[in-house]
């Protein structure tokens, strides 16, 4: 489809609305004034540029936008500088309204993720290549069952965590998802799952637990 304008002119225009959002410093429409692939890159340069040092907690409600919006795998090498990017303050990336709920939680919490593997080893590995959990077994098990692979089978992984190594925890997807560094998890369990037929509401592909 032919573009009402030159090319040249377009993309004038748009780098001029992109500079102009980061003079206000509007970061999260600067952000999302980006195409979803380049996000991540574009909060990275953030961090990197030292944009957030003085108001951390504007870094963690983008880290947590960008999460949720994102479809790149978890074991993108991007995700450990976007939930490790040495700032104050990570307890933002928690919505406000669900704090309390993590404050109320006891000091080692019950995980669940649900991954394909050809066997138990491979699933463990597979567990601890992410940082999305579920609170809820049967969330996970859900995940398990999505898009197997050929030669793979879904499992259920158990873990545990120390409440102060949470990054956050999210309720926006209804999946009360747990976000933590792998290296802190304890896995407790690797449960075999027996393979549904898929459904056709399985077919749309999400980055979830798997």
Known sequence: MALPV????FLAFRKNQARQLMTKGSWLNFVFFHSRPFRMDILADLVRGGHFSENPETYWDLARAVWADSEQPEDDAR??????PGLPGRAA??????????EEMPDTITLYRGVHAKDDASAKDAAL????WSLKEDTAAWFAQRLIGKGKQPYVIGATVEKRDIIAYL???NEDEIITDSTCVQVTSVKLQKAKKSREDDLVPMRGFS
Do not use: A, F
């Open 6 to 9: 030159p090319v040249e002119e």
């Open 79 to 84: 995700w450990r500088l976007l939930l490790n």
């Open 93 to 102: 990336m928690t919505h406000s309204k669900d704090r309390p709920l993590l």
């Open 129 to 132: 290549s992410g940082w999305s």
């Open 171 to 173: 309720t926006s997807r």
